[in-house]
Nanobody, 113 residues
Protein backbone atom coordinates (compact mmCIF):
# COMPACT_ATOMS: atom_id res chain seq x y z
CA UNK A 1 0.00 0.00 0.00
CA UNK A 2 1.28 3.45 -0.88
CA UNK A 3 -0.21 6.92 -0.46
CA UNK A 4 0.94 9.45 -3.04
CA UNK A 5 0.27 13.13 -2.40
CA UNK A 6 0.28 15.84 -5.04
CA UNK A 7 -0.85 19.40 -5.56
CA UNK A 8 1.23 21.30 -3.04
CA UNK A 9 3.35 24.31 -3.79
CA UNK A 10 3.93 27.97 -3.09
CA UNK A 11 1.08 30.46 -3.31
CA UNK A 12 0.11 33.92 -2.14
CA UNK A 13 -2.25 34.62 0.72
CA UNK A 14 -5.84 34.42 -0.48
CA UNK A 15 -5.05 31.85 -3.17
CA UNK A 16 -6.41 28.30 -3.37
CA UNK A 17 -4.79 24.90 -3.67
CA UNK A 18 -6.16 21.42 -4.13
CA UNK A 19 -4.21 18.53 -2.65
CA UNK A 20 -4.71 14.98 -3.86
CA UNK A 21 -3.83 11.68 -2.24
CA UNK A 22 -3.91 8.55 -4.36
CA UNK A 23 -4.11 5.26 -2.48
CA UNK A 24 -2.21 2.66 -4.45
CA UNK A 25 -3.24 -0.86 -3.62
CA UNK A 26 -6.34 -0.49 -1.48
CA UNK A 27 -9.28 1.55 -0.33
CA UNK A 28 -9.71 2.59 3.27
CA UNK A 29 -12.55 3.19 5.67
CA UNK A 30 -11.08 6.42 6.99
CA UNK A 31 -8.81 8.86 5.17
CA UNK A 32 -7.57 12.19 6.32
CA UNK A 33 -5.18 15.10 6.04
CA UNK A 34 -2.83 16.25 8.75
CA UNK A 35 -0.22 18.98 8.73
CA UNK A 36 2.98 19.71 10.56
CA UNK A 37 5.13 22.76 11.08
CA UNK A 38 8.78 22.29 12.12
CA UNK A 39 9.04 22.11 15.88
CA UNK A 40 5.35 21.40 16.38
CA UNK A 41 3.22 18.29 16.58
CA UNK A 42 1.36 16.97 13.60
CA UNK A 43 -2.23 18.23 13.73
CA UNK A 44 -5.51 17.15 12.25
CA UNK A 45 -6.81 19.03 9.24
CA UNK A 46 -9.79 16.85 8.27
CA UNK A 47 -10.93 13.27 7.94
CA UNK A 48 -13.54 11.54 5.80
CA UNK A 49 -15.05 8.09 6.04
CA UNK A 50 -16.09 5.82 3.22
CA UNK A 51 -19.70 6.82 3.92
CA UNK A 52 -18.84 10.49 3.48
CA UNK A 53 -18.83 11.58 7.11
CA UNK A 54 -16.36 14.40 7.62
CA UNK A 55 -14.55 15.92 10.55
CA UNK A 56 -12.58 19.15 10.48
CA UNK A 57 -10.26 21.03 12.74
CA UNK A 58 -12.61 23.78 13.98
CA UNK A 59 -10.33 26.59 12.86
CA UNK A 60 -10.24 25.30 9.29
CA UNK A 61 -13.87 24.46 8.68
CA UNK A 62 -15.28 26.78 6.07
CA UNK A 63 -12.01 27.34 4.21
CA UNK A 64 -10.98 23.71 3.68
CA UNK A 65 -13.10 20.95 2.14
CA UNK A 66 -12.22 17.26 2.18
CA UNK A 67 -13.64 14.82 -0.34
CA UNK A 68 -12.89 11.42 -1.83
CA UNK A 69 -13.50 9.46 -5.00
CA UNK A 70 -13.32 5.80 -4.10
CA UNK A 71 -13.63 4.77 -7.73
CA UNK A 72 -10.27 6.45 -8.28
CA UNK A 73 -9.00 5.63 -4.78
CA UNK A 74 -8.21 9.29 -4.33
CA UNK A 75 -8.85 11.81 -1.59
CA UNK A 76 -8.79 15.57 -2.02
CA UNK A 77 -8.36 18.65 0.10
CA UNK A 78 -9.62 21.90 -1.36
CA UNK A 79 -7.98 24.80 0.46
CA UNK A 80 -9.38 28.27 -0.16
CA UNK A 81 -8.38 31.70 1.05
CA UNK A 82 -5.04 30.38 2.22
CA UNK A 83 -3.22 32.21 4.99
CA UNK A 84 0.50 32.29 5.86
CA UNK A 85 -0.41 30.27 8.97
CA UNK A 86 -1.43 27.41 6.68
CA UNK A 87 2.19 26.93 5.68
CA UNK A 88 3.14 23.38 6.63
CA UNK A 89 3.89 19.94 5.32
CA UNK A 90 0.59 18.22 4.63
CA UNK A 91 0.32 14.48 5.15
CA UNK A 92 -2.21 12.04 3.81
CA UNK A 93 -3.34 9.35 6.23
CA UNK A 94 -5.41 6.24 5.64
CA UNK A 95 -6.62 3.62 8.04
CA UNK A 96 -8.60 0.46 8.11
CA UNK A 97 -9.48 -0.05 11.76
CA UNK A 98 -8.38 -1.57 13.97
CA UNK A 99 -4.87 -2.29 12.80
CA UNK A 100 -3.96 -0.83 9.43
CA UNK A 101 -2.67 2.74 9.33
CA UNK A 102 -0.58 4.38 6.63
CA UNK A 103 1.00 7.78 6.01
CA UNK A 104 2.03 9.51 2.83
CA UNK A 105 5.44 11.07 2.44
CA UNK A 106 4.15 14.59 2.98
CA UNK A 107 3.85 17.51 0.60
CA UNK A 108 4.86 21.09 1.40
CA UNK A 109 2.50 24.03 1.15
CA UNK A 110 3.93 27.53 1.47
CA UNK A 111 1.71 30.59 1.69
CA UNK A 112 3.35 33.99 1.39
CA UNK A 113 1.83 37.21 2.64
Amino acid sequence: VKLVESGGGSVQAGDSLRLSCAAVGSTFTIMGWYRQVPGKSRELVATITDSGDTNYAPSLKGRFTISRDDGKRTMFLQMNNLEPEDTAVYYCHAEEPPYASFWGQGIPVTVSS
